[in-house]
């Protein structure tokens, strides 16, 4: 076989069909479904209830403070809300120090909270006077905890630790309630600040878009209804009704109903549509990208879509067309090749982005990024050979980035009506910053079941700042 037949191989395996849209966008509407009802189905979509009960419509004023406890680093903010579609934030940023990882909860949290006293020391010096002065509980700021670690939550402001993940290992805070944590920790450094609420940086995207659509498009496109991140992994969040979440107990709906609720948001964790491939498309390529990962099996949508994923593949193809003799053929065998190619996770989408749109005649670009990145040189061939795979591989990833979203919409039923029309907030740098990604996106929403028209209704845009915003609207909108 010729390494352009070999191309074109996996150009008609990486194809995605209007028929595999369509059926995907079924088959996402039959999970998301199981999902509200039950937590039964442990390879099902999560749908997990957030307990944020409304979307911010831009009114909202006030100062809110948000902090998120991430992988390496801690980053305390506040957020001025001026009502007017418009915030101002100020942002504080201080890595974990490693013993940290591995002590104690007390340690850790007792740290945490030092770092937010600081953050208000330097910027809010105004509001611990005033709330010392006071000495009362409804002149603390509120703050949105934003806690990237799997948690079960079980109320706005309450969650416990499941297990700790990106190299954390402090076992006495598993089971642990993590807001009641910090909140123990502030309360003993005597800081005035009140943990309102657990926030998820999918809701937080979709609360921060709702906040600033307004603004940005004049009012004209619609309520935003989803909220949805493709970076290095890819969720997304919605608003549902209350009574379609059958799962959750009929004591809470109940108590939320006599409050006035009738809705609330759901983070889908949608990486895991699928997971018993029922209708993703799958080749080879995506098996041996999965065995490579420590969660095989699972979150099998986000490994064919999101920017962890999209390099790892094309250099498991190219590490397969040289076991075939394809491509690269002055080394002999694997071990010869660049250390970098045969390491997994080496090749970065980001460079991706680039072999995408080089359009120069030699691709010098792609040249100089395959040396740099992997310490590879290549024939002007193996480069239009990369660029081609490239191309199937990003598609792939756009193309079925729409099932969720038309899926979404319909479940909803967010366009049904007239002149309705509704808009998208997301965040990540995949959507954001690589060439052409909206665009093909935007070609797949029309080939599904929303259509031309629908797909010209749904307006999609940029959460700017999302996590940041998003947690602090968690700890807004608290009732
Ligand atoms: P995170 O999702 O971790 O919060 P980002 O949204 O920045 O952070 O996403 C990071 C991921 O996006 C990485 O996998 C990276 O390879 C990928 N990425 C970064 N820049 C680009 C780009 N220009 N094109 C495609 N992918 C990119």
Redesign the pocket.
Known sequence: MSLQEAVKEIQSSFDVSQEVLQRSVDKFIELAKKGLASNEDKLGMPMLPAYVTQVPSGKEKGTYLAADLGGTNFRVCSVHLKGDNTFNLVQQKSPIPADMMVGTGDQLFAYLASKIRKFLEEHHGDALEAAHETNSRANYLKLGFTFSFPTAQHSLDSGSLVRWTKGFNIPDVVDQDVVQLLQKHLDAGKIPVHVAALAN?TVGTLLSRAYSANAIAGGKQGETIIGA?????TNGAYLEKLDNIKKLPEAVVKDLKAKGVTHMVINTEWGSFDNRLEVLPTTKYDRDVDALTANPGIHLFEKRV???F??EILRNILVDFHSRGLVFTQYPNFESLPHRLRTPWDL???N??LFEVDDSKDMKPTEVTLLQALRLPTTLEERQAIQALTRAISRRSAYISAVPIAAIIMLTGALEGHHIEVDIGV????V????GYRTMLRDALALTQIGTKGERRTHINIAKDG?GVGAALCASVSI
């Open positions: 940086d991140i493709f970076g290095t992994g999101s920017g962890m999209m390099g970065d989408s980001e991706l982005s965040d990540g740098s995949v954001e910053f690589y060439p996590s």
